[in-house]
């Protein structure tokens, strides 16, 4: 397709659009009507055009039959009048042929070398009429339509005396078939237009009382989108459009409600955001509550209150917030011999404490009725509940004038507060616990990196020691043998003797060399992965200490770990059997390394002495916990210890979502 072709059917894609958006924005009322005239007027059309087509078919054939019949008869009436050399005679019968016959246009006979003898025309025969319509021997007669000037005739042509005679020809006129026809048409189309007339009438009514109701449907949509929900179109019928009409006021009804219901929580999310930005402020717990209570008293409309919290470590409650309250009242209130208010039962579960409660019979406030501080104008206060974690943490207690009006809405307002600050009470306090966490652990941390840092130069120096001692004295005690060897080569008995100690020395520095190097990475868990320097390292392990280790790998067949993780897993069954042999006085030792699904767990296992992991594991003694503990989470997952006085300890590691670390090598 060129440029021109796309251009052109752009265009006609355009006016395809304008036209439908045309035709889709006119009225309903106008569609029904334009619907159902179109209907009317293609029946109409289609009734006309079947009618026209079947009436003119039936004149054609009746003209047909009805000439072969005035041909064949003139046929045999002109057999004698020719036989008898009457041509006079033939002329006058076919005179009267064309006086008796209204529809006869001519009649003339030719002989049978196709000359005229006789014709109806005022002066010569047409030269070319006569060889308009041949009729072929044997042949009955012959029918063929002509066109000429005054229009179509049908030309029938007749032998006489089988032709030895002649041929007749007559011509039959189509003005007065085609008179009749058009006469029917036109009656037709007088009839469909009357139709219309009497159609567009009665869809006009019809489509009045059709249309109205979905009228007063469009005007409530539109009442409903500027946010009127009040009006209410009238149901006018019972078919389907009653049935819209009556869903879209119970609609109308259900968002009325769904908006009140929609503001009513709207205003208490807005007062939830209040206390939640205010809180989120505050710098300790104390500032959390003064901004908690500041916020639930705006949000709603009261003058006083106060925040009663139980301590943590005792259940002791305490007064941590209090606003538009004397000081006088609040120093009294906590002494220790007074009356406590009934509001603490929440604090021991002894009422429904998961539920603001109203309360008058509260001794605070009797006693404030006896003073003459702000406190005296109140005669009930509201006990909101701290709660998280489905446990209460404290109360909240608001205090209301005497007649100040209080809805359940606002109830319930202040339980979602009351929620909300204990949630943020909660959080506080798992906020201090976590620095003060945080800080033990940095503590340890220290602990540990001092311990590393003196195990390095511990390392360092039993290396350095060793190959001293012993890599470097056999290889002094090596060189002085070699210049022995130079100088006693008296027999070759005595050079094999000396070559073989000179042997055995460097197998053994090697050996001694070999075990430094696996003592500080193990070259097997480079080359053939974490099971097969595991398995190597279980067994040197189970020599040197005497104890039987049972080494089990499940689902780790054939694949490899990254570098990372499998140095930190080893590293940690390494430092776990290293505590067994030096507190754990065990016999028997099990290490299990196992893929379960999405999980890779490690699990050392003894039946020593155990230990209380509680009090043990923060001991300078026990720091490699600490450190088989950071370096699981290094790989993102977990330690835990299980361990009893007597019933030995186990050690289980877990790295989560494991397959994220494996590969196929």
Request: with cysteine.
């Amino acid at each position: 397709m060129n440029a021109a072709e796309r251009t052109a059917s752009a265009r006609w894609r355009r006016w395809g659009r304008r036209l439908w958006r045309w035709i889709t924005g006119i009225s309903i009322r106008y569609k029904l009507l334009g619907m159902v005239l179109a209907t009317i007027l293609l029946l109409g059309l289609a009734v006309t055009v079947q009618v026209q087509v079947e009436l003119a078919s039936d004149l054609r054939q009746s003209l047909e039959e009805r000439g072969i019949a005035i041909t064949r008869d003139l046929a045999e009436d002109a057999t004698d009048l020719i036989l008898t050399q009457n041509i006079f005679g033939l002329n006058q019968e076919l005179r009267a042929t064309l006086e008796t016959n209204p529809d006869v246009r001519y009649v003339f006979v030719l002989n049978p070398q196709g000359q005229p003898l006789a014709h109806s025309f005022p002066n010569r025969l047409p030269p070319d009429l006569l060889t308009a319509n041949p009729l072929p021997a044997d042949v009955p007669w012959q029918v063929q339509i002509l066109n000429s000037d005054e229009g179509l005739i049908t030309d029938v042509a007749a032998p006489i005396f089988e032709g030895k005679l002649g041929v007749v020809r007559l011509g039959l006129s189509h003005r007065r078939l085609e008179a009749t026809v058009a006469e029917a048409t036109r009656r037709l189309m007088l009839t469909t237009l009357a139709a219309l007339g009497l159609g567009a009438v009665a869809v006009l009514l019809l489509t009045r009382i059709l249309t109205r109701p979905i009228f007063d449907l469009l005007t409530a949509t539109r009442a409903v989108s500027k946010g009127d929900l009040h009006l209410r179109p009238p149901v006018r019928m019972t078919d389907e459009v009653g049935e819209l009409t009556a869903a879209f006021n119970t609609m109308t009804e259900d968002l009325a409600r769904f908006r009140d219901e929609l503001l009513r929580q709207n205003r208490q999310l807005a007062a939830l955001n209040a206390v939640a930005r205010a809180v989120s402020g505050a710098r300790n717990l104390s500032e959390v509550l003064d901004a908690a209570l500041r916020s639930a008293l705006n949000a709603l409309g009261c003058t006083a209150g106060w925040v009663v919290l139980r301590e943590e470590g005792t259940d002791t409650p305490v007064i941590i917030a209090a606003q538009g309250l004397s000081e006088d009242f609040l120093s009294r209130e906590v002494a220790p011999n007074i009356e406590p208010c009934r509001c603490l039962d929440i604090l021991h579960a002894q009422s429904d404490w998961q539920l603001p409660i109203l309360r008058q019979e509260c001794p605070r406030l009797r006693r404030a009725a006896d003073h003459h501080g702000p406190e005296a104008c109140f005669d009930r206060h509201l006990s909101i509940p701290l709660v998280s974690h489905n446990q209460p943490l404290g109360v909240l207690n608001l205090a209301l004038h005497t007649g100040q009006p209080f809805q359940a809405e606002q109830v319930e307002l202040a339980g979602a507060i009351g929620r909300q600050v204990g949630v943020a009470v909660d959080a506080e306090r798992q906020r201090r616990r976590l620095v003060a966490e945080l800080a033990r652990r940095e503590v340890l941390r220290g602990q540990l990196l001092e311990r590393i840092i003196a195990a390095q130069e511990e390392e360092r120096r039993r290396i350095a020691r060793e190959l001293h001692d012993e890599a470097g004295q056999a290889l002094t005690s090596l060189m002085v043998g070699l210049r022995l060897l130079e100088r006693e080569v008296d027999t070759p008995e005595t050079l094999l003797h000396r070559t073989a100690e000179l042997r055995q020395m460097t197998d053994r520095i090697l050996e001694n060399l070999h075990r430094l190097a696996m003592d500080l990475r193990p070259a097997s868990l480079d080359h053939v992965g974490l099971v097969a320097a595991l398995r190597q390292y279980v067994d040197t392990y189970s020599r040197q200490h005497h104890l039987k280790v049972q080494f089990e790998a499940v689902g780790l067949e054939g694949e490899r770990l990254p570098p990372d993780v499998e140095t930190a897993l080893y590293r940690i069954v390494q430092e776990a059997l290293t505590n067994v042999a030096r507190h754990a006085r065990a016999s028997r030792v099990g290490v299990l390394l196992e893929r379960r699904g999405d999980r890779l767990v490690a699990i050392v296992e003894d039946d020593g002495i155990g230990f209380l992991p509680e009090t043990v594991a923060e001991k300078d003694g026990r720091l490699g916990l600490f450190g088989m503990r950071e370096r699981a989470e290094m790989l993102g997952g977990t330690l835990s210890i299980e361990s009893t006085p007597g019933k030995g300890t186990t050690i289980f590691v877990e790295v989560k979502h494991a397959h994220s670390h494996l590969s196929g090598r």
